[in-house]
């Protein structure tokens, strides 16, 4: 073994963690109280937290939105415990700023071009790197961590749930409206993030010493200096001995929220018990089931080829209902049950993208859309 290759083993230690325990990110806009606009007030919000909520809050790219995290959680009804009293928290130190908490997946009206960019050498370096293409850059969505038993688990749950995260994408969409427009995606969030270097779906790696052999490759070229720059829509995360899914929009209401965190636990489980296929497949077909859910949301196309599904081709609201199905036993086995409710109503009722559609069509404004949302954010 080289001298470099006994670098790259030590930089990428697969930490130990118990199977399916969870992490959960949640990134809030923060708006203005009076023009609903996104206003640059991060820093004031967290300076002013009580100690005990620095560890769960965090500093993310832009200085209007501000990213909520559980610590270690053992149970979805742990997670929503631990969120929701956080969430609460920061929604009064906001509100002594002027400022309210949002939760979708971009802004309706907001300009680009007047966000601020967070300080840190980290961000100022990648604003340099990304110029315009970062500046349209004012997302924000939901990552959920899962545990897995090892390294090599990890690399093959991530290979076969890239089939499967355009589901969770169009359960959860809601970046329909991007500056003042009509985007016609049901999340443009994801459309947006493609254009970042090593984003989106990465194929397919194998094992561990695959993903070891790519990470000290893009390193040694000087792509990445770390694994967290890889913007994958999933991947292994060593230092928490996770799968990080990241595809997720930030769904518009808190029960959707948690819905998708059971059914991510619940995926990830399945993938690591079960004998699925692991081979490569075809990327072009990942790249076109993504399409389908960002464009059409759950009215969209899927076709199933790793074969975890009955049907190979069908529409994303059927194959989300089939995929719910499949995976209700192991949420009744997590306790996480009543998680599943939420989801099921997605698929009956609307996703967030077709909720806000659905406002802006019985004429209220980007701002009354804005207000009707956050009323409903803690409904089930």
Not at 303 to 316: E, F, H, I, M, R
Request: aromatic share 8%; proline share 4%; net charge negative.
């Amino acid at each position: 073994m080289s001298v470099i290759q006994v670098r790259k083993v030590e930089d990428l230690v697969f930490s130990t963690s118990k199977p399916y325990t969870l992490g959960v990110e949640l990134e809030f806009q923060l708006l203005d109280q009076n023009t609903l606009n996104l206003v640059p007030r991060v820093q004031p919000i967290i300076n002013a937290l009580v100690p005990e909520c620095s560890n769960t809050i965090a500093l993310e790219f832009l200085q209007s939105i501000i990213e909520i995290q559980t610590a270690v959680c053992n149970s979805v009804i742990d997670a929503a415990h631990d969120l929701s009293r956080s969430i609460q928290i920061v929604e009064d130190v906001a509100g002594e700023q002027q400022c309210i908490l949002y939760s979708a997946s971009l802004h309706p009206f907001a300009e680009p071009a007047e966000q601020k960019l967070t300080k840190g050498a980290r961000y100022e370096r990648i604003m340099e790197e990304l110029q315009f293409v970062g500046r349209q850059f004012i997302s924000q969505g939901l990552h959920v961590h899962v545990g897995v038993g090892d390294a090599d688990t990890a690399i093959r749950v991530c290979d076969i749930i890239q089939t499967y995260l355009p589901l969770l994408l169009a359960l959860s969409s809601s970046s329909p409206y991007f500056r003042g427009e009509d985007t016609g995606f049901s999340s443009y969030r994801s459309k947006l993030f493609e254009a970042l270097p090593l984003a989106g779906i990465f194929g397919y790696i194998g094992d561990w010493q695959g993903f070891e052999e790519e990470v000290s490759f893009l390193r040694q070229r000087k792509i990445i200096e770390k694994v967290k720059d890889l913007w994958w829509d999933v991947r292994p995360s060593p230092g928490y001995g996770t799968v990080e899914v990241r595809i997720c929009d930030m769904p518009v209401r808190f029960s959707e929220t948690l819905g998708m965190v059971a059914v991510i636990q619940a995926l990830v489980a399945y993938i690591a018990e079960n004998t699925l296929s692991h081979s490569q497949v075809s990327l072009q077909l990942l790249r076109s089931n993504k399409w389908q859910a960002a464009r059409h949301g759950l009215d969209g196309q899927f076709n199933d080829v790793s074969g975890l599904l009955k049907k190979q081709t069908q529409t994303l609201r059927s194959a989300a209902s089939e995929l719910l199905s499949l995976l209700e036993p192991l949420m009744v086995r997590f306790g996480a049950e009543k998680f599943l409710t939420p989801m099921q109503e997605i698929l009956k009722r609307s996703t967030g993208a077709e909720v806000q559609r659905l406002l802006i069509r019985q004429g209220k404004s980007y701002p009354e859309m804005i207000h009707s949302l956050r009323n409903d954010y803690w409904l089930w």
